[in-house]
């Protein structure tokens, strides 16, 4: 019997890139111990959080801004720095699926600019679109979809390259995962001074709390300054506040998840290359499957075996890893298509 054939019980969802560990028992302890406190507001602005979070990655109160998901924080910057369909924000694309629908909610321009051949951010073409009336360029590091990434030589270079006016938001979703590749990271250029840049993190991935929706943004006073003014007050929950801090203490055990699921991406990549698929070498928490003509098949298989993957009609397949069993049961479906 082929996986299609079967009666799936479980659904596994592969589709969004979460991680698909339940949350750690300390941090549902911290989680449950909040509950009490739920009739009370939260800080007006999560002073309390940024405060954590700077202490935690070595920065000032002052650098830090916090919102709900880091699509919160992408937003708010957004926000900040536009100011109409003559201010431009500049991505490759494909990318997140938030960012047209940020720019848009910010009433900005959108600037699209397409990945290469083989799924990268194209900087050399990023870098023609940008204008005098480009205000952000936002980069993916890894990126979403393709699982890409950007090494540090061109990074520098990409920055040094643009004129001083535009602000670069450097989306660093997935770097828990870039396992050995050593990739820049955005922290360590703002520590060197580069201060048109704003380093977007979350807790939704590696820290395995996406339902929390809390992310949070590293930059210079000033920018975080200006990002804040668009700070939805008591936007961030006690609840999520206690769970990031339980979480920042459970690092060694959630190390632990990230090395197996980067051991489950690496035996993914070979066992999809060995069943004759092209899958590109990835930094994040899923693969990308460049099959444009077998992708269709590929999702309704998958499906057929209770496992949802993300379509790209007529590109791709973006595929979460999961845990071994929902892996094994897309190995399956992908064979003899
Ligand atoms: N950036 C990228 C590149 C993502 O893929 C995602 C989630 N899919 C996010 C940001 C949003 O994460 P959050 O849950 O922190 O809003």
Redesign the pocket.
Known sequence: MTAVDEKPLTLHSLA??ETPYPPLDSVRKAIADSISELHLYPQFYADGLMEFIARWRGVTTESVVVG???????LQTLQAFTDGPQDEVVYGWR????YPIITDMAGAGRIEVPLTRDGEQDLDRILGAVTDRTRVVIL?NP??PTGTAVEAAALEKFLDALPPHVLVLL?E??MEFAGDAVLPQGIDLLKAGRDRLVV?R????AYGL?GL???YGLTTPGTARRIRTMSVPYSITETARTAVVASVGAEAELNERIAALTAERTRMQAALRGLGWRVLESRANFLWLDEPERCAAFHRACAGAGVQVRLYPGEGIRLTIGTPDANDLVLRSARGL
């Open positions: 969004l890139n709900s998901g880091s699509v919160g924080v992408a990318a997140f699926d938030a993916c990126h979403n989306d979703a997935y977007l979350t807790f939704s991935k996406a929706r809390i992310g």
